[in-house]
């Protein structure tokens, strides 16, 4: 596997800009080869004169580059802007919060944004999830999810129970305890040894399931997944397992969703050996499946819930941690407390665009035209089926992965060659360059993944197909 988290390259361009854009292109180029360390990426692509993609402008569910191209944001930014682009009423949210309290923390002290938001985010959660911890992003969640799972059993007796379980190609985010969660290999040999104590199941993968004779039956093939997770818990010995994080789809390897039954059965599985089931839900969150929440979409109860990326729609940064009565419970009494925490951790600015994003979910239904739009989407997609290169069209929600193969009877994949130039070579530029933005990634088999912002409707759906039926046409006729 060539490792890849955003293979999204795209325009070449190093001609001055049109003034229409009001940037000077080649100088941002400059600069950027100068002085820009890009995230996950190559950093070659700014030394060998193509120069990167400079994105300054987005309204609804198009973006702009600094040359004045527009493009379909197919992957709403990360997974993030799910209300859409250009909404002045939170920018306008953002800077009266700003001028009125730019910044309280909420180490010891509160403010009356991050106590709205904490109990808006309960009263979404499922069950008895009532306690929110914020953070700044979806690695912190999990980080905080993984420290408090550790510190609980402790409070509880059971100091041994530290380590924790996920599933194989699963991204879960790059601090170190969120690395020994993440199931990609090649994503943190480099950075090894990171926290101990992380360790892998199979994932929901169900187009590979024939090869391990569950050819067709959903069903089965979820309860063997879930029954892995006994397994390793077994292996491990219960009274070492603090916790298992599992997102609802995951996202990495391209759009799992779980099989029928599947959760319900790790549910139990949890409750038998004591093992606390985190659902992360940094992607899943926040409309991208039709709910609040997808653990709701899928009938089972977390003990933790961690979020991210759609709670603001990107204006504003923040995460959360929403944790169980149960786990909070020995936080409620005398001088224990979390040892854990973050300066900008629920920002009043964030927490206020949070709010009125989540108003604007309300007002639009965001979650229920997903839930009436979800198979429209799926339905055009699929009509790609017809292609030699596409072998599985899979997701839920507004949230799809199409895996390319090489040979769609066998389910042949590409070698790390053919993935090199098929995704890095020709893909992500190809469909950036016929004005598609969405993600080309290989940190499992090739998948392209396609989370449009919720706003889109079937007319969008049509156009991003009609774009990819063209470029993955193409990409045939190079292999
Ligand atoms: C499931 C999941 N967890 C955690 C993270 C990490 O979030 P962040 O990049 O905000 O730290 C991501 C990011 O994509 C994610 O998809």
């Not at 106590?115 to 929110?132: F, H, K």
């Not at 598609?436 to 919720?454: E, F, H, M, N």
Request: proline share 6%; aromatic share 12%; glycine share 10%.
């Amino acid at each position: 596997m060539t490792l890849s988290k955003s293979g999204t390259a795209g325009s070449t361009s190093t001609t001055p800009a049109p003034s229409a854009t009001g940037f000077d292109n080649a100088d941002l180029q400059q600069k950027a080869k100068d002085h820009l360390w890009m995230h996950f990426a190559r950093q070659s692509t700014l030394e060998d004169g193509h120069g990167v993609p400079i994105i300054t402008r987005g309204q609804g569910h198009h973006i702009w580059d600094s040359n004045g191209r527009k493009y379909i944001d197919g992957l709403s930014g990360l997974f993030v802007v799910n209300a859409g682009h250009g909404r002045k009423r939170l920018a306008e949210v953002a800077a009266k919060q700003a001028e009125e309290l730019a910044f309280f923390p909420i180490w010891s002290y509160a403010h009356p944004n991050a106590i709205e938001l904490a109990d808006r985010l309960a009263s979404y959660a499922p069950g008895d999830l009532n306690r929110v911890f914020f953070s700044t992003g979806g690695g912190e969640a999990v980080e905080t999810a993984f420290k408090l799972a550790k510190y609980y059993w402790k409070l509880q007796g059971r100091p041994t129970k530290h380590k924790v379980i996920s599933r194989a190609v699963a991204y879960h985010g790059t601090p170190q305890g969120a690395l020994a969660i993440t199931g990609i290999p090649a994503m943190k040999e480099m950075f090894e040894p990171v926290t101990p104590g992380g360790f892998r199941v199979p994932n929901t993968n169900f187009y590979r399931a024939e090869e391990m004779g569950f050819a067709g039956d959903l069903d089965a093939f979820g309860q063997w997944a879930a029954n892995r997770i006994e397994e390793m818990i077994n292996f491990e010995g219960p009274e070492t397992v603090a916790a298992i994080f599992l997102e609802p789809v995951q996202n990495s390897g391209g759009c799992f969703p779980p099989p029928p039954g599947y959760f319900q059965r790790v549910r139990e599985i949890c409750d038998k050996y004591d093992v606390l089931l985190v659902a992360d839900e940094v992607i899943t969150g926040f409309g991208r499946i039709g709910n609040w929440f997808a653990s709701t979409t899928y009938g089972f109860q977390p003990d933790m819930i961690t979020c991210a990326k759609g709670m603001t729609s990107g204006y504003s940064p923040i995460g959360a941690t929403i944790i169980s009565d149960r786990i909070y419970e020995p936080f409620k009494h005398g001088s224990t407390s979390f040892y854990h925490g973050y300066t900008f951790g629920g920002h009043p600015v964030s927490a206020a665009v949070a709010l009125a994003n989540l108003d604007i979910f309300e007002e639009e239904k965001l979650n229920e035209r997903v839930r009436e739009n979800s198979p429209l989407f799926r339905a055009e997609l699929e009509t790609l089926l017809d292609l030699p290169i596409v072998g599985d069209v899979r997701g839920d929600g507004y949230f799809f992965g199409i895996e390319l193969v090489k040979d769609k009877s066998t389910k042949e994949t590409f070698d790390d060659d053919e993935s090199e130039r098929l995704l890095r070579g020709f893909l992500s530029k190809a469909l950036f360059d016929a004005g598609l933005y969405c993600r080309a990634d290989d940190r499992g088999d090739p998948v392209v993944q396609l989370a449009p912002p919720l706003t889109t409707g079937p007319a969008e759906f049509a156009e991003i197909a009609q774009i990819l039926r063209g470029v993955l046409s193409e990409a045939w006729t190079r292999l």
